[in-house]
Structure formats: structure tokens, C-alpha cells
């Protein structure tokens, strides 16, 4: 489909864009596009990777023996 547009074709198109958007308009445009391909690839990796169900999450999802475990330093003289 694209294999029959040439130089001419893209500058016409470009002339089309440009008086329907306006150029004050165009560096905003280009930059939500470039915001939303970023995440629409971000996206895509994260899809793309399968986690081990079995694999313990770093969401902060810890339970209490968990977080006794990481509170810092254990006081010995302290009983249970």
C-alpha cells in the first residue's frame, strides 16, 4: 500500500497536516505521540514478560512475618 507513494506524495501530506493542525500545534502533537509510543512499547515488554508464579513479588505486598524479619536489627535482651 505503501510502496506507491513518493517524495511528492509525503510532502503533499505533510502541507495537508500542517493546515489542518497549524504549526504552533505541531511540536505538541509530535510530543504526546512520542509519549504515548513510549508507553504503548513499555507496555509491550511488560506483557511480553512472564513472571514465575512461584516467584516472590516486590510489590509490598509483605506479610507481618516478613516485616518482622526486615525491621532492622533484633535486640537480644528483648523476649518473644
Known amino acids: 500500500m505503501l510502496q ?3 517524495g511528492w506524495h509525503f510532502l503533499i501530506i505533510l502541507v495537508v497536516v500542517l493546515l489542518l493542525f497549524g504549526a504552533p ?3 505538541g502533537l509530535a510530543r504526546s505521540l ?3 509510543m513510549k508507553i ?3 507496555e ?3 506483557d511480553s514478560v512472564d513472571p ?3 516467584a516472590p513479588t516486590q510489590s509490598g505486598g509483605s506479610t507481618g ?3 518482622a524479619k526486615s525491621s532492622g536489627p533484633i ?3 528483648a523476649k518473644p
Open 4 to 6: 506507491n507513494l513518493t
Open 25 to 27: 500545534k505541531l511540536p
Open 34 to 36: 512520542g509519549q504515548s
Open 40 to 42: 504503548f512499547k513499555s
Open 44 to 46: 509491550i515488554k511488560s
Open 52 to 54: 514465575d508464579p512461584n
Open 65 to 67: 512475618d516478613d516485616a
Open 75 to 77: 535486640d537480644p535482651s
